[in-house]
């Protein structure tokens, strides 16, 4: 895994004496995406103005070809020049490609196969690709930069034009971007109401004006224009599709064989390395049946699978993970995640965090990742199967909020609200009174806004509570809010979805998974340089999974009802019937114990005051609230305290 950034401009200003400096320094905000090589590459024409130049800079943490993939790699003819961040997994296929059409390599790097692939495919490159990226190409014949992001969002690219549309800056993290002097890091109001409201800055946005991120398979072209401006064409080469009808009408049996193959598949091709690799490893359904494959394909007394434990045994998992290693035989390692590794961790990996991320789940997941990188540079996850499997309890919730909106029950919200408000406040991971609460929160919400509510942070009709009047005035300035924007993507999904499930499971997938968990898998594992893989995000067994009919992922209360089916001979029966418990810690009870000092400090009143657009009234009576007992807010304050500690290094630097 890697880091790329850089700069195209027809600013004569951006490419002085200084631009090297400017160049490494960025380049080397990234040191922790990639410690092992770096490299530059800065092309100035005699006519800027009218022709454009680039620089492009990178950091490489390497895993295949460790001699041959150095980067920035160029053409032969020098004409091409690639930075690129991920993995092509079906790279070997797309070689042969094009070493038939007369392409020689002089490498066995997946990256020189973007090079040629760009030289013979163009655009028609990034439909073929098979993997997980951020890339950028820079074409001296077309004089155009190519940006582009992979279809599941794994891998983060951010962008921004400055310089009155003169100059573009991007880069794999924030941060790079940020290091460049034409950037001006003012925070985006629509930006920081979507942390607050999802847990995360939903692309296209990002949390400083003026940037964005690129949405999963986002694509943009940039070339010179008229008057020596930047043209942008913003593209998504994978858009919303119909599910596959051929595969949509195979039988239970078929659909089981053909999904055995393709997550085989799948692990086989991520087990691909250079380097030391090993398995996350849950308890839970996903992440075993990732194990298991692998321990098809490899020895499993050679598999090394790492978890994590909590002192709370409400979010313990530890014993199903361990339960799961003995059964097929790997080298299990576990550690433990008490409140005082949390309280140690929290205020540092809050500033470090590329931008807000106000998943909790971010702690854990910093911890197990550099736990595994002691013994291992890759690690495979389960992500992905929750999304397209439809494993989330809101799944089977949303036909009943459909029922109680024909009943009329969202006239009467706010009398249910206050009453389900009344219930004591449990801080157990799941409890019941929480999952009642957020239902009830969730009536009178159309469609994806609907799930918003239940999974996010502070539900949208609150917003004001958190948000300065400023911040309010800022987003009625613009029509594209994050409900609008949500809306949008709902509708775009039903247009060729089969169903409504078939719907939300591409909503979850476009925002909670691509825009949330694995954000939160990039920062927690970049930030400790180890790559992590997710086999169930796969192109062909994403593919199988849209096809097959609900019925086959979820009959009841039954989630991922296929999944389980394949895992009935492979796993432990108690670990193939387990509910979804996800990978929780339980930060409600830490705010009020451990955690509770650190907290009260940074949402104090003077320090809420330093922060932008923030209503400093409402979120200390948000305080106050959870510190009494009588509600849970644990979502909203942990997004305030995310968003304040980064606001904090960002006024310094």
Aim: proline share 5%; aromatic share 8%.
């Amino acid at each position: 895994m890697c880091g790329i950034t850089g700069w195209f401009s027809t600013q004569p200003q951006r490419f002085g004496p200084e631009s090297g400096e400017i160049l490494r320094g960025m380049r080397d905000r990234l040191l922790h995406r990639g410690p092992d090589d770096f490299g530059d590459h800065i092309e100035v024409p005699e006519d800027v103005q009218r022709l454009g130049g680039v620089a492009l800079g990178f950091r490489r943490l390497s895993i295949l070809d460790l001699a041959g993939g150095h980067q920035p790699m160029g053409s032969p003819d020098g004409t091409v020049w690639v930075v690129f961040n991920g993995e092509i997994y079906n790279h070997l296929d797309l070689r042969k490609e094009l070493e038939a059409a007369g392409y020689t390599f002089a490498t066995r790097s997946d990256t020189e196969v973007l090079v040629h692939g760009w030289q013979h495919w163009g655009l028609g490159l990034f439909p073929k690709l098979s993997g997980m990226f951020g890339v950028g190409i820079w074409d001296a014949r077309k004089r155009s930069l190519v940006l582009a992001r992979d279809p599941m969002g794994k891998k983060p690219v951010f962008a921004t034009l400055c310089d009155q549309g003169r100059t573009l800056v991007f880069g794999s993290e924030l941060s790079a971007v940020l290091a460049h002097p034409a950037v001006e890091p003012r925070i985006d109001a629509g930006g920081l109401q979507s942390l607050i409201l999802m847990d995360y800055v939903a692309s296209p946005r990002a949390i400083v004006q003026g940037v964005e991120t690129l949405q999963p398979g986002g694509l943009w072209h940039v070339t010179v224009g008229a008057h020596g401006g930047l043209q942008v064409a913003r593209d998504c080469y994978a858009p919303p599709t119909r599910p596959n009808a051929e595969l949509a009408l195979l039988t239970e049996q078929d659909a089981l064989r053909e999904l055995d193959q393709r997550i085989s598949r799948a692990v086989e091709r991520r087990l691909m390395a250079d380097v030391p690799l090993g398995i996350f490893l849950s308890g839970g359904i996903d992440s075993s049946l990732v194990a298991y494959y692998a321990a098809r394909h490899r020895p499993a007394r050679e598999l090394d699978t790492f978890s994590i434990g909590f002192e709370d045994k409400s979010f313990d998992e530890s014993a199903h993970a361990r339960t799961v290693a003995q059964h097929l035989g790997t080298r299990h390692h576990e550690r433990t995640f008490d409140p005082q590794a949390c309280l140690d961790l929290a205020p540092k990996l809050l500033a470090s965090i590329d931008q807000p991320l106000a998943d909790a789940s971010i702690l854990p997941t910093w911890f197990l990742c550099g736990f595994a990188r002691e013994q291992v540079t890759v690690a495979l996850g389960g992500d992905g199967g929750d999304e397209w499997f439809l494993g989330y309890p809101t799944f089977y919730a949303d036909p009943v909020a459909r029922l109680a909106d024909r009943l009329g029950l969202a006239h009467v919200q706010p009398w249910l609200a206050a009453i389900v408000q009344k219930l004591p406040v449990s801080h157990g991971n799941l409890s019941l009174d929480f999952q009642l609460k957020r239902f009830v929160a969730g009536l009178g919400y159309q469609g994806g806004l609907r799930h918003i509510a239940w999974i996010g942070g502070l539900e949208p009709r609150q917003h004001g509570r958190v948000l300065a009047a400023d911040a309010l005035q800022e987003l009625h300035r613009h029509e594209e809010t994050t409900e609008s924007s949500i809306s949008e993507v709902w509708r775009q999904w039903q247009s060729v979805a089969r169903d409504d499930a078939d719907a939300l499971a591409g909503l979850y997938a476009r925002y909670y998974l691509g825009d949330g968990v694995l954000q939160k898998v990039d920062r927690a594992s970049m930030l400790h340089s180890l790559e992590v893989r997710a086999p169930l995000l796969d192109r062909d067994v994403v593919e199988l999974a849209r096809a097959l009919p609900t019925r086959m992922k979820l009959r009841g209360r039954t989630t991922k009802w296929l999944l389980r089916k394949l895992a009935e001979d492979k796993l432990p029966p108690h670990i193939v019937k387990r509910p979804k418990k996800g990978f929780g810690v339980p930060i409600a009870a830490w705010l009020r114990g451990p955690l509770r000092g650190w907290m009260t400090d940074v949402l104090s009143e003077e320090r809420l005051r330093r922060a932008p657009f923030l209503n400093v009234t409402g979120i200390q009576g948000l305080v106050k609230e959870h510190l009494d007992g009588r509600a849970d807010h644990r979502k909203v304050l942990w997004a305030l305290l995310c968003y304040c500690v980064w606001q904090e290094k960002l006024a310094r630097q």
